[in-house]
């Protein structure tokens, strides 16, 4: 992690002004600890309007259909994993970074294929001998 700056890739590279972060108390089970330090961090990050990222990106990251994601195009990251609070910041941005990196993975379009003749010519040959194996088990051979 470098001061100043979330590094996606080596292109991209977020300034620390654009992320929010917000110290809550965790929550669930942790003793005494966690009903009086904050050490939850809520980190968000405004994708719509963010200039550091390229506009494909930003396209791909808001067409995912996350939860996380606000109807105002701001990504929420809860952070809770650990016991302090700097652990917990380093996980939310980090787990921001592995969001934004998926966004710069382009899926190959998917190619439409045919069955070839053997594999139709299989199925239909085991559809016919399944057929005959049960109208075998129904016959009134036993009368």
Do not use: C, Y
């Amino acid at each position: 992690m470098s001061a100043g700056f979330l590094i996606i890739n080596s292109r991209i590279r977020i300034p620390d002004d654009e992320l929010v972060e917000r110290f809550v108390r965790a929550s669930g089970a942790g003793g005494q600890n966690v009903n009086k330090v904050s050490s939850a961090v809520e980190l968000r990050f405004d994708v719509l309007n963010s200039p550091s990222l390229p506009q494909t990106l930003r396209e791909r990251v808001l067409a995912r259909r996350d939860r996380r994601l606000t109807g105002d195009g701001v990504l929420v990251i809860d952070a809770q994993r650990f016991r302090t609070q700097e652990r917990n910041r380093e996980d939310a941005r980090e787990r921001l970074a592995a969001i934004l990196r998926e966004g710069l993975v382009v899926q190959a379009p998917r190619i439409a294929t045919k069955p070839t003749r053997a594999s139709q010519r299989r199925r239909v040959d085991d559809k016919r001998s399944r057929s005959q194996l049960k109208r075998g088990r129904s016959s009134n051979q036993w009368d």
